[in-house]
């Protein structure tokens, strides 16, 4: 009996509601989803639409940024040809030395409050100060705001005829809070030397006065004298307390540039005993600020580096008392034992070099590593090795064996030779090495040279290697050299070379940028003290017209302009045809633009 077949059940709709659901529901829901998209939509219209402006306005800028730039070019022109003349000139000097010595003396003062200020911000004021703004803050107002509103108060102040005393105390409330400014800024920063800041301008004020009476109007010999005598003690005081480090040589010669450069301003705007000379003391405090944020930024260690290297310094004239007070720097001499002077690692370290039998074991590289590979393992274990670190049995032979394995490695001249012949041109010294006995602890004597000339010590390359040491290190090492075999060098020294040469020789290139950067931007303020020569356009400050002699280009110079340019008119002249020609190039690149 044949059965009926089930009827399928109808496929259901992917519209179709569910049962039970609510149609209400189902409508908002599809509402809700219609609203999202229309607002993904609005929004997506209006990025691409601000997308479109940024787009339109990033190519206007650069189709006319060589235009902003030769502008830019036409307008510092003048201002930078005016720095250059005057930092070069070497006339006689009419600016009466009185002057030279209050504006001095005033800078010393204001130098001195600003760095007493900054010492209390590091330590008292920094977490009050930063509540209120952050270190990126404070350096645009010691650097930009700060000097920027002196600059116009002073100026009112003296268009005004103020006081002496109303100026003076602006300027040392500017002092103080740009200090303020600076410690915080400079909170966790510290440097393993600097110089006293107001002691350099101290004692230019004080030379300078016997320098006027000696010299007269020299000007070579009236800087020499007062900013030369200046930086020359600054120098002999950091190398008697130990302190002439890198950052101190590099602060006392910005401190005396800037000294300098200031004082040739003077020499060529300031000739009357009453004229005023606050902007100059101004432009003193300011460029001073500068330099020291860029050492701290250049050189400056944290807490922790600072702490150990205050350890180290601590102990090495610890080290130094106690030879001045045994006798000879022989007399620290002593039998080094195991954990205290040297580590078992260290025994095992110098072991193994002393058993390998070519430079590619010693440093533990193949003989395809490349230069870097090999720098890297040469540094890993000479750190370990240096007599410095290291006063393990035979560590002065292995240390010697790294140097000549670098020394060889690194040389692609000499790799190549030792890579063809390895080490058969050793063979002399081999065959003599046959007839000595035994050392007491197992080790024929070895030829770590491998029968290859070093151009360097082992000490040299491992100073070369890592930056070089500290001025007082090399005099020393001179001094002492006959006992370089014989008594132990300081440790403490090895660490403070680590921490000044770790990051290499780029950072000596950094510094080189840093300082033209310094300079670039004390010459601007420096520059507003004093106008240019001359103006292509007449105005207040430009009325009286003068002919070039050759061109006979128009120009515009001030009243006073024969008394102060009398004897470099030829100069200006051609300086005026060049800037008039230039401006000429700008309007036919003005003119081909448009």
Known sequence: MATAEPAAPPAASPKTAKPGADPAAAAASQDGALTVAALANKYRAEFEQTFEAFRARALKLQADAPQLIQETQANVEPYKQDFITTVQATGDVTTPPGVILSTLSWATVLVLFSTVASFASGYLFAPILGLAIGGAGALVL????????????????????????TIRFRLLAAAVIQGLLVGF???????????????ILGIAAAAYPFAAEKFGGNRQMLLGASVGSAVGVTLVLGLL?????????????????????????????????TAPTYLYQLALLVSFAAARLVVHLVFGMGPEAYAQY?????????????????????????????????????????????????????????????????KRAYKKLALQLHPDKCRAPHSTEAFSALGSAYDVLSNEEKRHRYDMYGNEEAAPARQRQHHHPRHG????????????????????????FFGGVFPDE?????????????????????????????????????????????????????????????????????????????????????RDFMEHYSTEIRKIDKKVEEDYTYQLRVECYKEQQQ
Do not use: W
Not at 185 to 199: M, V, W
Not at 320 to 341: M, N
Not at 443 to 463: A, K, R, V
């Open 142 to 165: 010691a650097l930009g705001a700060l000097p920027a509103y002196s600059y116009y108060t002073l100026n009112q102040d003296i268009a005004a005829s103020a006081s002496d005393v």
């Open 185 to 199: 800024i400079l909170q966790n920063s510290y440097l393993s030397g600097a110089p006293i800041a107001s002691l």
């Open 241 to 273: 307390s130990g302190y002439l480090t890198l950052p101190y040589l590099l602060l006392s010669a910005l401190y005396g540039g800037v000294t300098a450069i200031t004082l040739q301003y003077m020499y060529k705007n300031v000739t009357a005993e």
């Open 310 to 374: 205050k350890q180290g310094a601590t102990a090495t004239q610890q080290n130094r008392r106690k030879r001045d007070i045994i006798g000879g720097e022989g007399a620290l001499q002593s039998t080094p034992k195991l954990g205290v002077d040297y580590t078992q690692k260290q025994v095992e370290l110098v072991a193994r070099i002393r058993t390998c039998k070519d430079f590619y074991e010693i440093l533990q590289v193949d003989k395809n590593a490349s230069e870097d590979d090999i």
């Open 441 to 464: 602890d197992g080790y024929f004597q070895y030829d770590y040279s491998h029968g290859f000339q070093s151009d360097f010590t082992p000490e040299e390359i491992f100073n070369m």
């Open 474 to 558: 090399v005099m020393r090492r001179q001094r002492n050299q006959q006992f370089r075999r014989h008594f132990r060098p300081r440790p403490e020294e090895e660490e403070e070379e680590g921490v000044e040469a770790e990051n290499g020789g780029g950072r000596y290139m950094l510094i080189i940028i840093l300082v033209a950067i310094f300079m670039s931007y004390i010459a601007p303020f420096l520059n507003s003290l004093s106008a240019p020569p001359f103006s292509l356009r007449q105005n207040s400050d430009y009325p009286i017209r003068r002919d070039t002699a050759n061109l006979r280009v128009p120009y515009f110079v001030q």
